[in-house]
């Protein structure tokens, strides 16, 4: 069975490469919208987890989680969303739906003290259309700039958790960031022909990496944990290619060179968490990621720090039985989520919230589930010419649990 489920993984590995897309149109600034991190259990909790503990479970939000996994269990994790989104500026509104698979992994444990879980997730998304209207300089007349832009960053993460202490522990992701993001910009002038076309486009290879502590302990029925996330700024690799082609789509100029200008800053991830062990978890988290001071060619916007707070509960009203109603064995999740983003366009700063709320299924015999949620969110405004998206995030979840490693007996 084991071979079978890492089959499995492989195979949806292959198709998330593929799965990612935004149609954010401030996705057009540095690396792209930036995913929420999170699988199945946490992500009905407004994104809260950095102190929440893998057990029959996996939590991305912090590497050192991963020390709870049963080392009799191997645990996969995949994911797909559908968003049904609208955006509207001032005048204008536009509505649609994307959707894609969201998240592969696979989670296991090497011993009492190390355990460990590698996967594919996004890392960041690249998607929009955008139109801008200038004024040649010297004159009165003006042209047209048409943006359009697709890509995105993925992940493929290898963690390793080590117990250092009974109650703490501490973790490394060591990530291989992969993707192209592109940017084609058509200059239009009295017609609706392009009278120069623009290609960016920078193909990613490079290695990034982040780090988690967990510490927890019980007193009396309630158990108590903390944790912390940290990785500091990094540059990520690429090869930068630029074409611009004339309105016969002849190359009139090209440039092809490795560089390290896209910049992911220092982030910071602090979160708590109080509960009862198999009947509810509270669980608050900050995230702080340093913007300011970070410059991206060809933006002259300018990016400030990033600040995210989240809360969410997983509880079960009633005391799992055998012979309960289906719904009364089921886990269920709240959550809330208020951010700041790094832009700052004018004198506004981009900024979103939401709400969310699901489930977790049991599955029959097993202590593999399946996991529902929806979230309710906005982002931007309408205020200074901008744009505000309004979303409905479906997501479905799957957490599939084996047992593996057990010795065979001889008698």
């Known amino acids: 069975m084991a071979k079978k489920i890492l089959a499995i993984t492989l195979f949806l590995y292959g198709l998330a490469v593929q799965a990612q897309n935004t149609i954010s149109p401030y996705s057009i600034f540095g690396v792209g919208e930036i995913q929420n991190k999170g699988f199945g259990a946490t992500q009905n909790l407004g994104g809260a987890g950095i102190a929440y503990q893998s057990g029959n479970k996996l939590n991305s939000l912090n590497p050192a989680s991963y020390i709870g996994i049963d080392s009799s269990r191997i645990i996969v994790e995949f994911g797909i969303e559908g968003k049904n989104y609208q955006l509207e500026t001032s005048d204008i509104t536009q509505k649609g739906y994307t959707g894609n698979i969201k998240y592969v992994a696979l989670g296991f444990r090497y011993n009492s003290w190390l355990a460990g879980s590698f996967g594919m997730v996004p890392f960041s998304s690249v998607g929009y259309s955008v139109a801008t209207q200038n004024y040649v300089e010297g004159v009165d007349s003006k042209y047209t700039s048409l943006y359009k832009g697709s890509g995105g960053i993925s992940q493929f993460y290898y963690s390793n958790a080590i117990k250092i202490f009974k109650n703490l522990s501490v973790g490394v992701n060591a990530s291989f960031m992969f993707g192209s993001l592109v940017q084609e910009e058509n200059i239009v002038e009295d017609t609706y022909v392009p009278a120069i076309i623009i290609k960016r486009q920078d193909y990613l290879k490079s290695l990034y990496f982040d780090y988690g502590m967990r510490y927890s302990f019980a007193a009396g029925n309630t158990n108590f944990s903390a944790g912390l996330?940290?990785?500091?700024?990094?540059?990520?690799?690429?090869?930068?290619?630029?074409?611009?082609?004339?309105?016969?789509?002849?190359?009139?100029?090209?440039?092809?060179?490795?560089?390290?200008?896209?910049?992911?800053?220092?982030?910071?991830?602090?979160?708590?968490?109080?509960?009862?062990?198999?009947?509810?978890?509270?669980?608050?988290?900050?995230n702080f990621q340093e913007w300011s001071g970070v410059e991206y060619p060809n933006q002259s916007q300018d990016f400030v720090d990033s600040h995210s707070f989240s809360m969410g509960s997983a509880f079960k009203p009633w005391q799992p039985r055998v012979t309960n109603s289906f719904y009364k064995n089921w886990e269920y999740r709240l959550g809330v989520n208020y951010k700041t983003s790094y832009l700052k366009l004018g004198s506004e700063v981009i900024k979103g919230g939401s709400v969310s709320f699901g489930a977790a299924i049991p599955l029959p015999g097993k202590l593999s589930e399946v996991n529902w949620g929806f979230e309710l969110g906005t982002n931007g405004t309408k205020s200074n010419h901008l744009i505000r998206e309004k979303y409905v995030l479906f997501q479905l979840g799957f957490n599939l649990n084996e047992v593996a490693f057990l010795k065979r007996q001889i008698y």
């Open 229 to 286: 996330t940290y990785s500091n700024k990094q540059n990520l690799r690429s090869r930068h290619i630029l074409a611009v082609y004339n309105e016969s789509l002849s190359v009139i100029r090209g440039e092809e060179y490795n560089t390290d200008y896209l910049t992911v800053p220092a982030i910071f991830g602090a979160g708590i968490g109080i509960g009862k062990k198999g009947r509810y978890e509270i669980l608050m988290d900050y």
